[in-house]
């Protein structure tokens, strides 16, 4: 390890901000983790504690799109990150080396940081034709993934390529290509779904990791429970609408003028597990059901291969528009025993695999178990 | 080969000594460059070589025509929607869909918010690395760097405080030892030239433009709902308009539009004020790089012309910049480009790791046929039993790109070829967009066939973009006050409606350059689905004639200072702005089947 512990809290003092200004960083990233108040001093100590992490961040078969969003986050913003939070001593997109300068860094980051750096990495791993339809520097970029992963301290897998396969792993998937926690085993991984992640669940996963100095709780799809744990329609704010039988029919029809629910134009936030309801995109500007386009479930395994997009998913219960709120409590009341009892086969299933990493999740859709109302989308 | 002529015209040597540079950084997806420099270390022969491939044409097989934009989105996260731009165009163009005005105007203004982003993301983000060295801001005077930034431009923020607190936060990067994306860079290269000044104005303005761009893309998130990865629809845009009524808060209202209006406003600003002051300035420094990194900017240009004034009409009337193509470096003849036409657009594999039954035969898209075919060829060193590619053999097949060509000649296309081609087709506000430019830097108009002529393009249409972005914006506003709020066509929205067959074309101008899209539909399912993108045409490999493509032809001819570090290179293809995640996932319609890696 490096002499030279830097602590986050070292590098914003020495760039002119105020104790006052650090304290508010802090709150807002207690607020953004749920931790209260109490959790400011927690946050503010290990800011003031903590080296800067070296994070390693490695690119497959991807699109990019989880490297734009990280750049989109607002609090923190990219840019305090990159400079202060983290040492981001290897990422593609924006690193200024190239060639074997870059691939000289991974070398000294394995040397230098052997089980103390985090592996991210973007996009998949494929298999097929002896990994050649990613290479980089010179060789399959299995090879790159399978050195970096060795000596790891955690390995984050970001979007949906990396924790599930997305776009090229749907049907036929010609090249094989797959998601890293099937590859890996002796390092956790986290995943951190969606097509891309939102940025602040992005940026909220590192600094949270940071600022405990250990991974967050993580479900059996290995996603973090802060971010994941909620379908998009538990927290949709158009849900009133589908409770009230108040449904989008078409494009651009009197429903859809007046923001009403999209479950009949194929909304998947039924079936989704995401934070994009309650936390918004690009700081909250919007989220695509807000922009009247129903969820694709885009952070769900798989998503491509549960369309078409625009078909309903077939017999979800909803509230009549004729029932009164006596009707409504009662059969809540029987609904919400229903979820509950699910949710505790669930909840147990969970517990009995604390501690220990799924090897391969994506066997298990343990999740939807606990969904009650809601049907895989696939016709 | 130690030394040929191709036929475009380009004298290729590949006796002096080899350099690879993999992977090519600061770009979208994986590239590989290699070239010969000979005994003064100028470039004689260069090798682009697309080192991913994700096959999704097979993958839409069998799809829903109307979810085909939400797959192709995926090909790319940077250029995010430009896919699903062409994808909805394309199920339009089959379907026979005329999508309402309003539809029209959205989706100009959320591609003009991309253009204004990712122009300007490149410049800083991808690019300026490569002419301003981070250390050396170090040494710099705030307080001259404070009178050089008020000299060029009325940007706030440049007082003495500010550019003394950027150098403490570089100072502090460099002393921890942890320099982060700065780790490894060229820094003290010979090739570097801006003073300190110049280059802390610009680290200054690349943590700037990083915490900005954010804010550019939240007008993709307010019709589209989020960014990247925005939401489309065949037939008009997803989100309506209601701006009178009750329920206005869940639609596009006064609101949203106000959000939009205030960013494109801030867009422009940043653009104009500080993008473009310090491209100029930068680009005074490095005079000579309008001299080097031609390529084929001088012969061969093309544009499918983009952002139609009327919807539905995608004649050079209606487009804001025109379709065409220029061969042979005559800017007095601008060529009309039909891409349904069978004998214009043809994609080879010679040298491509895809079999055709003949491989010296081009096909059009709609006739794509692709088996991927890996192998290197006899030339090659390394890449046995698991080792390290050392050299790759380019007079076999090397690359996941295909070969397109336009009537058989490789073309440049980009922000270069639009202006050049607006220019030449007499658009009076182009010209002098780019001839002010020109004359503050005083340099004749075929500086633009250059390494610099294509970043200064760049810059100078993401200024356009973020004009005509307000103009699109005011459009919208006073249509809607007029009374039209309809967004969407949905009279062919069920495939019951659709004919038993039809085949479509899309096309958009990304920010890269000329898109094209093609498919099938059968039955209601897409039966084939093939893409040529911006990055096929520039980084495209060898044809069967021996033509090379843009990437190959410009770094001929490029002195470097010292080979192992390959600042000049990157100077080179960064100014393509390179996104090979596009480029190399094509594959036709009986794809599906792969050999396996045959490493000879």
Same mark, same amino acid.
């Given at each position: 390890?490096?002499?030279?512990?830097?602590?986050?809290?070292?590098?914003?003092?020495?760039?002119?901000?105020?104790?006052?200004?650090?304290?508010?960083?802090?709150?807002?990233?207690?607020?953004?983790?749920?931790?209260?108040?109490?959790?400011?001093?927690?946050?503010?100590?290990?800011?003031?504690?903590?080296?800067?992490?070296?994070?390693?961040?490695?690119?497959?078969?991807?699109?990019?799109?989880?490297?734009?969003?990280?750049?989109?986050?607002?609090?923190?913003?990219?840019?305090?990150?990159?400079?202060?939070?983290?040492?981001?001593?290897?990422?593609?997109?924006?690193?200024?080396?190239?060639?074997?300068?870059?691939?000289?860094?991974?070398?000294?980051?394995?040397?230098?940081?052997?089980?103390?750096?985090?592996?991210?990495?973007?996009?998949?791993?494929?298999?097929?034709?002896?990994?050649?339809?990613?290479?980089?520097?010179?060789?399959?970029?299995?090879?790159?993934?399978?050195?970096?992963?060795?000596?790891?301290?955690?390995?984050?897998?970001?979007?949906?390529?990396?924790?599930?396969?997305?776009?090229?792993?749907?049907?036929?998937?010609?090249?094989?290509?797959?998601?890293?926690?099937?590859?890996?085993?002796?390092?956790?991984?986290?995943?951190?779904?969606?097509?891309?992640?939102?940025?602040?669940?992005?940026?909220?996963?590192?600094?949270?990791?940071?600022?405990?100095?250990?991974?967050?709780?993580?479900?059996?799809?290995?996603?973090?429970?802060?971010?994941?744990?909620?379908?998009?329609?538990?927290?949709? *704010?158009? $849900?009133?609408?589908?409770?009230?039988?108040?449904?989008? =029919? /078409?494009?651009? +029809?009197?429903? @859809?003028?007046? !923001?009403?629910?999209?479950?009949?134009?194929?909304?998947?936030?039924?079936?989704?597990?995401?934070?994009?309801?309650?936390?918004?995109?690009?700081?909250?500007?919007?989220?695509?059901?807000?922009?009247?386009?129903?969820?694709?479930?885009?952070?769900?395994?798989?998503?491509?291969?549960?369309?078409?997009? *625009?078909? $309903?998913?077939?017999?979800?219960?909803?509230?009549?528009? =004729? /029932?009164?709120? +006596?009707?409504? @409590?009662?059969? !809540?009341?029987?609904?919400?025993?229903?979820?509950?009892?699910?949710?505790?086969?669930?909840?147990?299933?969970?517990?009995?695999?604390?501690?220990?990493?799924?090897?391969?999740?994506?066997?298990?859709?343990?999740?939807?178990?606990?969904?009650?109302?809601?049907?895989?989308?696939?016709? | 080969?130690?030394?040929?002529?191709?036929?475009?015209?380009?004298?290729?040597?590949?006796?002096?000594?080899?350099?690879?540079?993999?992977?090519?950084?600061?770009?979208?997806?994986?590239?590989?460059?290699?070239?010969?420099?000979?005994?003064?270390?100028?470039?004689?022969?260069?090798?682009?070589?697309?080192?991913?491939?994700?096959?999704?044409?097979?993958?839409?097989?069998?799809?829903?025509?109307?979810?085909?934009?939400?797959?192709?989105?995926?090909?790319?996260?940077?250029?995010?929607?430009?896919?699903?731009?062409?994808?909805?165009?394309?199920?339009?163009?089959?379907?026979?869909?005329?999508?309402?005005?309003?539809?029209?105007?959205?989706?100009?203004?959320?591609?003009?918010?991309?253009?204004?982003?990712?122009?300007?993301?490149?410049?800083?983000?991808?690019?300026?690395?490569?002419?301003?060295?981070?250390?050396?801001?170090?040494?710099?005077?705030?307080?001259?760097?404070?009178?050089?930034?008020?000299?060029?431009?009325?940007?706030?923020?440049?007082?003495?405080?500010?550019?003394?607190?950027?150098?403490?936060?570089?100072?502090?990067?460099?002393?921890?030892?942890?320099?982060?994306?700065?780790?490894?860079?060229?820094?003290?290269?010979?090739?570097?030239?801006?003073?300190?000044?110049?280059?802390?104005?610009?680290?200054?303005?690349?943590?700037?433009?990083?915490?900005?761009?954010?804010?550019?893309?939240?007008?993709?998130?307010?019709?589209?709902?989020?960014?990247?990865?925005?939401?489309?629809?065949?037939?008009?845009?997803?989100?309506?308009?209601?701006?009178?009524?009750?329920?206005?808060?869940?639609?596009?209202?006064?609101?949203?539009?106000?959000?939009?209006?205030?960013?494109?406003?801030?867009?422009?600003?940043?653009?104009?004020?500080?993008?473009?002051?310090?491209?100029?300035?930068?680009?005074?420094?490095?005079?000579?790089?309008?001299?080097?990194?031609?390529?084929?900017?001088?012969?061969?240009?093309?544009?499918?012309?983009?952002?139609?004034?009327?919807?539905?009409?995608?004649?050079?009337?209606?487009?804001?910049?025109?379709?065409?193509?220029?061969?042979?470096?005559?800017?007095?003849?601008?060529?009309?480009?039909?891409?349904?036409?069978?004998?214009?657009?043809?994609?080879?594999?010679?040298?491509?790791?895809?079999?055709?039954?003949?491989?010296?035969?081009?096909?059009?898209?709609?006739?794509?046929?692709?088996?991927?075919?890996?192998?290197?060829?006899?030339?090659?060193?390394?890449?046995?039993?698991?080792?390290?590619?050392?050299?790759?053999?380019?007079?076999?097949?090397?690359?996941?790109?295909?070969?397109?060509?336009?009537?058989?000649?490789?073309?440049?296309?980009?922000?270069?070829?639009?202006?050049?081609?607006?220019?030449?087709?007499?658009?009076?506000?182009?010209?002098?967009?780019?001839?002010?430019?020109?004359?503050?830097?005083?340099?004749?108009?075929?500086?633009?066939?250059?390494?610099?002529?294509?970043?200064?393009?760049?810059?100078?249409?993401?200024?356009?973009?973020?004009?005509?972005?307000?103009?699109?914006?005011?459009?919208?506003?006073?249509?809607?006050?007029?009374?039209?709020?309809?967004?969407?066509?949905?009279?062919?929205?069920?495939?019951?409606?659709?004919?038993?067959?039809?085949?479509?074309?899309?096309?958009?101008?990304?920010?890269?350059?000329?898109?094209?899209?093609?498919?099938?539909?059968?039955?209601?399912?897409?039966?084939?689905?093939?893409?040529?993108?911006?990055?096929?045409?520039?980084?495209?490999?060898?044809?069967?004639?021996?033509?090379?493509?843009?990437?190959?032809?410009?770094?001929?001819?490029?002195?470097?200072?010292?080979?192992?570090?390959?600042?000049?290179?990157?100077?080179?293809?960064?100014?393509?702005?390179?996104?090979?995640?596009?480029?190399?996932?094509?594959?036709?319609?009986?794809?599906?089947?792969?050999?396996?890696?045959?490493?000879?």
């Amino acid at each position: 390890m490096s002499e030279k512990h830097e602590t986050f809290y070292d590098v914003i003092c020495q760039r002119g901000v105020s104790r006052r200004d650090f304290l508010k960083f802090c709150a807002i990233t207690a607020t953004m983790l749920g931790l209260g108040p109490e959790g400011v001093a927690t946050v503010a100590h290990a800011m003031e504690t903590k080296p800067r992490i070296p994070v390693l961040w490695l690119h497959g078969l991807e699109c990019t799109c989880c490297s734009e969003s990280f750049l989109r986050s607002g609090h923190p913003m990219a840019s305090e990150i990159i400079t202060s939070m983290i040492s981001l001593d290897y990422d593609d997109t924006i690193m200024a080396a190239a060639g074997d300068q870059a691939e000289e860094i991974i070398h000294d980051i394995m040397r230098d940081y052997r089980g103390a750096y985090i592996l991210a990495v973007e996009g998949n791993i494929p298999l097929a034709n002896d990994g050649m339809a990613c290479i980089v520097a010179g060789r399959p970029f299995r090879h790159q993934f399978d050195e970096a992963a060795k000596h790891a301290k955690a390995i984050i897998a970001w979007g949906t390529c990396a924790s599930s396969g997305c776009v090229q792993a749907a049907k036929p998937n010609p090249t094989r290509a797959t998601p890293v926690h099937k590859l890996v085993s002796h390092v956790p991984v986290i995943n951190v779904p969606g097509c891309p992640p939102i940025a602040e669940v992005m940026t909220g996963v590192l600094s949270y990791i940071l600022t405990y100095d250990r991974l967050p709780e993580l479900d059996n799809q290995l996603r973090p429970k802060m971010f994941y744990s909620q379908r998009v329609h538990d927290k949709c *704010y158009r $849900r009133a609408h589908f409770d009230a039988g108040q449904f989008v =029919e /078409s494009w651009d +029809d009197e429903g @859809a003028r007046q !923001g009403w629910c999209l479950y009949k134009m194929g909304c998947r936030g039924p079936t989704t597990y995401n934070a994009c309801a309650s936390m918004g995109w690009n700081e909250g500007t919007s989220f695509p059901i807000k922009s009247g386009h129903g969820c694709i479930g885009c952070s769900e395994e798989g998503y491509f291969d549960r369309g078409p997009f *625009y078909e $309903r998913l077939p017999d979800m219960q909803q509230w009549g528009i =004729e /029932s009164n709120a +006596d009707k409504v @409590a009662v059969a !809540g009341a029987a609904a919400l025993g229903g979820a509950i009892a699910t949710q505790a086969v669930v909840t147990l299933t969970k517990r009995a695999m604390t501690g220990k990493r799924l090897k391969d999740s994506g066997q298990n859709n343990g999740n939807k178990v606990g969904d009650g109302t809601a049907e895989e989308g696939k016709p | 080969m130690s030394q040929i002529v191709t036929p475009n015209g380009f004298t290729l040597d590949n006796s002096g000594r080899r350099v690879a540079i993999d992977p090519v950084t600061r770009i979208e997806g994986h590239l590989r460059i290699e070239v010969n420099v000979d005994a003064n270390n100028v470039i004689r022969n260069a090798v682009s070589v697309g080192t991913m491939w994700r096959g999704l044409e097979p993958i839409l097989q069998g799809r829903d025509p109307r979810d085909a934009w939400a797959f192709v989105q995926r090909i790319c996260g940077v250029c995010t929607g430009v896919h699903a731009l062409a994808s909805v165009r394309a199920v339009e163009d089959a379907l026979n869909i005329p999508i309402p005005k309003n539809a029209n105007t959205i989706r100009n203004i959320m591609h003009l918010a991309l253009f204004a982003h990712d122009h300007l993301v490149h410049f800083y983000h991808l690019h300026a690395l490569d002419w301003v060295d981070v250390v050396s801001a170090l040494s710099a005077s705030p307080k001259a760097t404070s009178e050089l930034a008020q000299s060029i431009s009325s940007w706030p923020k440049s007082s003495t405080g500010y550019f003394s607190d950027v150098q403490q936060k570089i100072k502090r990067l460099v002393g921890s030892g942890q320099l982060g994306p700065f780790r490894n860079g060229y820094w003290g290269h010979p090739a570097y030239k801006l003073p300190p000044e110049a280059n802390l104005m610009a680290v200054a303005h690349y943590i700037e433009a990083l915490d900005f761009q954010r804010e550019i893309v939240k007008i993709q998130a307010v019709f589209g709902g989020k960014n990247p990865h925005p939401m489309w629809l065949v037939g008009g845009v997803p989100s309506a308009i209601n701006v009178h009524g009750a329920g206005a808060t869940g639609a596009i209202n006064a609101e949203r539009l106000n959000l939009v209006a205030k960013i494109a406003d801030q867009t422009l600003d940043f653009i104009s004020q500080v993008y473009i002051p310090d491209l100029l300035a930068i680009a005074s420094f490095y005079k000579d790089w309008f001299k080097l990194g031609d390529g084929l900017a001088s012969k061969n240009l093309m544009s499918y012309g983009e952002f139609p004034t009327l919807a539905n009409d995608t004649s050079n009337a209606s487009f804001m910049l025109p379709r065409g193509a220029i061969l042979n470096g005559d800017l007095k003849q601008i060529h009309e480009v039909d891409l349904k036409d069978p004998n214009q657009v043809h994609e080879f594999v010679e040298h491509s790791w895809y079999r055709y039954p003949d491989d010296k035969a081009g096909l059009h898209p709609w006739d794509g046929k692709t088996d991927m075919e890996f192998r290197l060829g006899p030339k090659s060193r390394g890449g046995k039993d698991g080792t390290r590619i050392e050299e790759i053999d380019e007079n076999d097949k090397y690359s996941y790109i295909k070969a397109p060509r336009w009537k058989g000649h490789a073309m440049e296309v980009g922000p270069l070829a639009r202006m050049v081609i607006a220019y030449a087709n007499g658009d009076k506000y182009v010209q002098e967009l780019v001839d002010s430019t020109l004359k503050k830097l005083d340099l004749p108009l075929t500086a633009l066939f250059s390494t610099l002529g294509r970043t200064a393009a760049r810059g100078l249409e993401g200024l356009w973009a973020a004009e005509k972005l307000k103009e699109q914006v005011a459009l919208l506003q006073s249509d809607i006050r007029a009374g039209n709020s309809s967004t969407a066509n949905t009279e062919k929205w069920q495939p019951e409606t659709w004919p038993s067959e039809a085949k479509g074309a899309g096309y958009c101008e990304a920010p890269r350059g000329a898109l094209g899209h093609w498919l099938y539909i059968k039955g209601g399912k897409i039966d084939n689905y093939q893409c040529v993108v911006p990055t096929t045409w520039n980084a495209s490999p060898r044809d069967p004639a021996g033509n090379i493509g843009a990437y190959e032809a410009s770094l001929l001819g490029v002195p470097m200072a010292d080979p192992k570090k390959p600042l000049e290179i990157l100077r080179v293809i960064h100014s393509f702005d390179p996104c090979l995640a596009c480029a190399t996932h094509v594959i036709g319609p009986d794809g599906g089947l792969l050999t396996e890696a045959k490493i000879l």
